[in-house]
């Protein structure tokens, strides 16, 4: 009796009983040796996402969650005082009008128990500094304060006297230091028709008994 036997043929791999190929695809060495690689990837991913998610103790946590990190800014403000000083000038004392209203002052009164004077002769005729033309009438009157710088009127009477050289021209007398609206003295029509140098004196004395005289120079030309 014979026996024959087959001889596969070559580059085909023999066949296991189930019908698999002996050199199947999930059993590739490099297939194998790349199987650790990847479970190691796989567990850095989802180290990396539970870190993230803080969901690992922070003592093994590869990536904790962000810290937001808040800046405070402090702004300290200085404030500036502006301080305005206003200057107040104290006024002068004007001197009293003319008409010798009897309500001026006077900023320097005198000593004790004496008289402040002043004449004021009118503008009528006045030609220059001190000086009035020849036949005017311009008119004249004084101011008179005690040694509270209070201005008097009335209890103060005047005693007016107008000299060319040494000659009287004119004697006047009033009833009170002030004219109330019109000169104290008034030049009579002949009395400045000469030119040359006149004197206009004025002597008061008071219901108290004080006295005081002031005269004034001027020229007629």
Not at 27 to 54: K, N
Not at 182 to 196: D, H, I, R, V, W
Request: net charge neutral; proline share 10%.
């Amino acid at each position: 009796m014979s026996r024959t036997t087959t001889t596969p043929p070559a580059g085909k791999p023999d066949q296991d009983n189930d019908g698999d190929k002996q050199f199947a695809w999930h059993r590739h060495p490099a297939l194998i040796a790349a199987i650790p690689a990847v479970f190691t990837l796989i567990g850095g991913v989802l180290a990396i996402v539970l870190g993230q998610a803080d969901a690992l103790p922070a003592a093994i946590n590869p990536a904790p969650p962000p810290t937001t990190v808040s800046a405070t800014q402090t702004i300290t403000a200085t404030a500036t005082s502006t301080v305005t000083e206003t200057v107040t000038a104290t006024p002068t004392t004007e001197p009293a009008s003319p008409t010798g209203t009897g309500t001026g002052s006077v900023s320097n009164p005198p000593a004790p128990g004496a008289l402040a004077i002043s004449i004021r002769i009118g503008t009528g005729g006045k030609i220059g500094p001190n000086e009035w033309r020849t036949g005017s009438a311009p008119g004249a009157n004084a101011d008179v304060f005690d040694d509270t710088g209070r201005q008097l009127n009335r209890g103060c009477y005047p005693t007016w006297t107008l000299k060319r050289g040494s000659a009287v021209i004119q004697t006047i007398r009033g009833t009170a230091c002030e004219g109330n609206g019109f000169s104290m003295f008034n030049f009579q029509p002949e009395a400045l028709k000469t030119p040359g140098t006149y004197h206009l004196t004025v002597s008061v004395v008071t219901d108290g008994g004080v006295k005081g005289t002031a005269t004034q120079d001027f020229t007629v030309t």
